[in-house]
């Protein structure tokens, strides 16, 4: 008899508690539904520059989630548009005092970049630090870092925190980017090449891709000059104090030989190139010749050789260096792909299946 009370009780209890339960779940899920609704409102604004009306409905949904970390985020990201930096700071500080699943990256790396711009790079480096400790697979947040670094002209610093972005994202243009441009600075040649080619092969940016090219061809041109008239090697003069310095600078010196040696058709290396043609001709050889210096000095260490090696070993080297160099002269790559359509399909097969799978 107890027993049959006891049931009786307890399934009067779950019948009258249940629709009250009910009730609160379909409560929460549609204010989430709805906070939900107002934030993405206010992305579409601010995607189209409307930051007023996009700060609107993100307070709009503050009023009924006031503990949303996404809508604090999002109110920071949209005043750091507006160059509002105080409002900013305020609502990312206050975001990351609440649970951030799921934008952790994202915050902390806004956070650092506002105090980046707000001139306290400390403080930004200091939030860096921090975050890529929550969040040690993310590469953008020692992306910003290495951005901090170099507006202190700390390039030795910034090489260190570009790597870990690097080690973390293969497609991650900006980084790569900035890596070829480090090294480039510091002298770093096998590097320099490495990833100033390769960074221009995954970039969808026509800036970066000039910029790329132009470095490439400028810096190889600058290595060597004539002087009356006589061939002169022009060392660039970079503080090198760290142990590779040497591997640097015997890879440079290779470079420099060639360009004093070797010939294209009836011109040497080091003539002035004349047309956009003569320009694309001249990075085709050069490149061909780096690649495999790039992927078979030893001493560098570098994981980026895997790609060059992969590059030799499958014979797509061609394919590469044409590639890179489409934007420079077209009707010369508009030949070669006549000729060449599979083996350009073949490459892009290889970087998607095989090496971005590595």
Same mark, same amino acid.
């Given at each position: #008899?107890?027993?049959?009370?006891?049931?009786?009780?307890?399934?009067?209890?779950?019948?009258?508690?249940?629709?009250?339960?009910?009730?609160?779940?379909?409560?929460?899920?549609?204010?989430?539904?709805?906070?939900?609704?107002?934030?993405?409102? $206010?992305?579409?604004?601010?995607?189209?520059?409307? !930051?007023?009306?996009?700060?609107?409905?993100?307070?709009?949904?503050?009023?009924?989630?006031?503990?949303?970390?996404?809508?604090?985020?999002? #109110?920071?990201?949209?005043? /750091?548009?507006?160059?509002? +930096?105080?409002?900013?700071?305020?609502?990312?500080?206050?975001?990351?005092?609440?649970?951030?699943? $799921?934008? %952790? *990256?994202?915050?902390?790396?806004? +956070?650092?970049?506002? !105090?980046?711009?707000?001139? #306290?790079?400390?403080?930004?480096?200091?939030?860096?630090?921090?975050?890529?400790?929550?969040?040690?697979?993310?590469?953008?947040?020692? !992306?910003?870092?290495?951005?901090?670094?170099?507006?202190?002209?700390?390039?030795?610093?910034?090489?260190?925190?570009?790597?870990?972005?690097?080690? =973390?994202?293969?497609?991650?243009?900006?980084?790569?980017?900035?890596?070829?441009? +480090?090294?480039?600075? #510091? $002298?770093?040649?096998? &590097?320099?090449?490495?990833?100033?080619?390769?960074?221009?092969?995954?970039?969808?940016?026509?800036?970066?891709?000039?910029?790329?090219?132009?470095?490439?061809?400028?810096?190889?041109?600058?290595?060597?000059?004539?002087?009356?008239?006589?061939? %002169?090697?022009?060392?660039?003069?970079?503080?090198?104090?760290?142990?590779?310095?040497?591997?640097?600078?015997?890879?440079?010196?290779?470079?420099?030989?060639?360009?004093?040696?070797?010939?294209?058709?009836?011109?040497?290396?080091?003539?002035?190139?004349?047309?956009?043609? &003569?320009?694309?001709?001249?990075?085709? /050889?050069?490149?061909?010749?780096?690649?495999?210096?790039?992927?078979?000095?030893?001493?560098?260490?570098?994981?980026? &050789?895997?790609?060059?090696?992969?590059?030799?070993? %499958?014979?797509?080297? *061609?394919?590469?260096?044409?590639?890179?160099?489409?934007?420079?002269?077209?009707?010369?790559?508009? &030949?070669?792909?006549?000729? =060449?359509?599979?083996?350009?399909?073949?490459?892009?097969?290889?970087?998607?299946? %095989?090496?971005?799978?590595?």
């Amino acid at each position: #008899m107890k027993k049959s009370i006891a049931l009786i009780f307890a399934l009067a209890a779950t019948l009258f508690a249940a629709p009250n339960a009910t009730s609160k779940a379909a409560t929460k899920t549609s204010k989430a539904e709805a906070v939900k609704k107002l934030v993405d409102q $206010g992305v579409q604004f601010h995607e189209q520059g409307q !930051y007023d009306e996009a700060i609107a409905k993100y307070k709009e949904a503050e009023k009924k989630d006031p503990k949303s970390a996404l809508v604090k985020y999002e #109110m920071a990201f949209t005043y /750091h548009a507006k160059r509002d +930096l105080d409002k900013s700071l305020t609502y990312a500080r206050a975001a990351t005092k609440l649970k951030t699943d $799921g934008i %952790e *990256e994202n915050l902390y790396s806004l +956070l650092g970049t506002v !105090y980046d711009d707000k001139g #306290m790079p400390d403080s930004a480096l200091a939030v860096y630090r921090e975050a890529f400790a929550k969040v040690p697979n993310s590469f953008n947040i020692p !992306y910003n870092a290495s951005i901090t670094y170099m507006r202190m002209n700390n390039a030795d610093s910034a090489y260190a925190w570009i790597k870990r972005s690097i080690n =973390n994202s293969r497609v991650h243009e900006g980084s790569h980017y900035y890596m070829g441009f +480090l090294a480039s600075q #510091m $002298g770093k040649w096998p &590097q320099f090449y490495a990833y100033t080619m390769y960074s221009t092969f995954i970039s969808k940016k026509a800036e970066i891709i000039r910029d790329n090219l132009s470095r490439l061809y400028g810096r190889t041109k600058s290595f060597v000059f004539v002087k009356d008239k006589k061939v %002169e090697m022009n060392t660039p003069k970079i503080k090198q104090a760290d142990s590779d310095s040497t591997v640097n600078n015997e890879f440079l010196l290779a470079i420099q030989t060639m360009l004093v040696t070797d010939t294209l058709g009836k011109r040497k290396l080091y003539d002035p190139d004349s047309t956009s043609a &003569q320009q694309t001709e001249f990075l085709i /050889h050069i490149l061909e010749k780096t690649i495999k210096l790039v992927a078979f000095t030893d001493e560098i260490n570098d994981p980026i &050789q895997r790609f060059y090696q992969g590059l030799i070993r %499958e014979s797509l080297v *061609e394919a590469f260096i044409y590639s890179l160099c489409e934007p420079i002269d077209r009707p010369t790559f508009a &030949q070669w792909l006549i000729k =060449n359509r599979t083996e350009q399909t073949r490459l892009y097969q290889w970087f998607n299946k %095989e090496w971005l799978m590595l």
